[in-house]
């Protein structure tokens, strides 16, 4: 569930289904049918919506197609990631997609693994339906993405441990911390979220051992 930045709108997502409701008339706006488990996913000027798997094992979402919220009619194509989109954000600017996509052969039956899967982040132009790069490959599956208020990086929690940020003009991914986790744990526990503070310097996570682990861009650490 999601507020629009202007709080006239509220998103929520379930089972195949977005519903888009106008708070102050308590009125349904939009209807918008998808064919897996889904959560609503917001653009920060409130005018797009996006169905979004997320980080719990039975996430089995494929492909996703962005909407406008007023009309519910798509801003583009099909998307089609080539995996388990796990979860998707939009560019502070509105006019690009990141996904989290997870490659684990049979997934969601088959679990993560002892070392936390695999997967990639991947950058979109919704509106063209095409990635701006290849894939991106992360240490482990990515369970959640947060792009940076600059849109200059994206910050993504991964089951094996890793809190890791990609530059999205380059395409580096640096390392900014990494926890010991078990299997269980890499399965399960991380079905998390993560987050940049309002200005950039602080990225948080949270998933494992009960905790949200803050990372100091400024001093790295």
Same mark, same amino acid.
């Given at each position: 569930?999601?507020?629009?930045?202007?709080?006239?709108?509220?998103?929520?997502? !379930?089972?195949?289904?977005?519903?888009?409701?106008?708070?102050?008339? %308590?009125?349904?706006?939009?209807?918008?049918?998808?064919?897996?488990?889904?959560?609503?996913?917001?653009?920060?000027?409130? %005018?797009?919506?996006?169905? *979004?798997?997320?980080?719990?094992? @039975?996430?089995? =979402?494929?492909?996703?197609?962005?909407?406008?919220? %007023?009309?519910?009619?798509?801003?583009?194509?099909?998307? !089609?990631? @080539?995996?388990?989109?796990?979860?998707?954000?939009?560019?502070?600017?509105? $006019?690009?997609?990141?996904?989290?996509?997870?490659?684990?052969?049979?997934?969601?039956?088959?679990?993560?693994?002892?070392?936390?899967? $695999?997967?990639?982040?991947?950058?979109?132009?919704?509106?063209?339906? =095409?990635?701006?790069?290849?894939?991106?490959?992360?240490? *482990?599956?990515?369970?959640?993405?947060?792009?940076?208020?600059?849109?200059?990086?994206?910050?993504?929690?991964?089951?094996?441990?890793?809190?890791?940020?990609?530059?999205?003009?380059?395409?580096?991914?640096?390392?900014?911390?990494?926890?010991?986790?078990?299997?269980?744990?890499?399965?399960?526990?991380?079905?998390? !979220?993560?987050?940049? *503070?309002?200005?950039?310097?602080?990225?948080?996570?949270?998933?494992?051992? !009960? /905790?949200?682990?803050?990372?100091? /861009?400024?001093?790295?650490?």
């Amino acid at each position: 569930m999601e507020f629009s930045p202007d709080g006239q709108f509220i998103a929520s997502g !379930e089972n195949g289904l977005l519903r888009v409701w106008r708070i102050g008339k %308590r009125k349904l706006v939009s209807v918008i049918r998808h064919d897996a488990t889904t959560r609503a996913v917001l653009s920060p000027d409130g %005018r797009w919506v996006v169905a *979004s798997g997320h980080g719990h094992p @039975d996430s089995n =979402t494929r492909s996703t197609r962005v909407h406008e919220i %007023r009309t519910a009619q798509p801003a583009g194509p099909e998307l !089609e990631p @080539d995996g388990w989109i796990l979860d998707a954000r939009f560019q502070p600017s509105g $006019t690009s997609l990141a996904m989290a996509v997870s490659t684990v052969p049979g997934r969601p039956e088959s679990g993560t693994g002892p070392m936390g899967g $695999t997967g990639n982040v991947q950058l979109w132009d919704f509106a063209a339906g =095409t990635r701006f790069s290849d894939p991106i490959p992360v240490p *482990s599956e990515p369970r959640s993405v947060a792009w940076h208020p600059s849109g200059r990086w994206v910050g993504v929690l991964c089951a094996g441990g890793q809190g890791v940020e990609i530059e999205v003009k380059t395409r580096v991914v640096r390392e900014l911390f990494h926890l010991g986790v078990s299997a269980e744990e890499a399965r399960s526990a991380n079905s998390g !979220e993560c987050a940049y *503070s309002p200005v950039g310097r602080i990225f948080a996570a949270w998933g494992f051992h !009960e /905790r949200i682990q803050l990372f100091d /861009r400024g001093n790295a650490r």
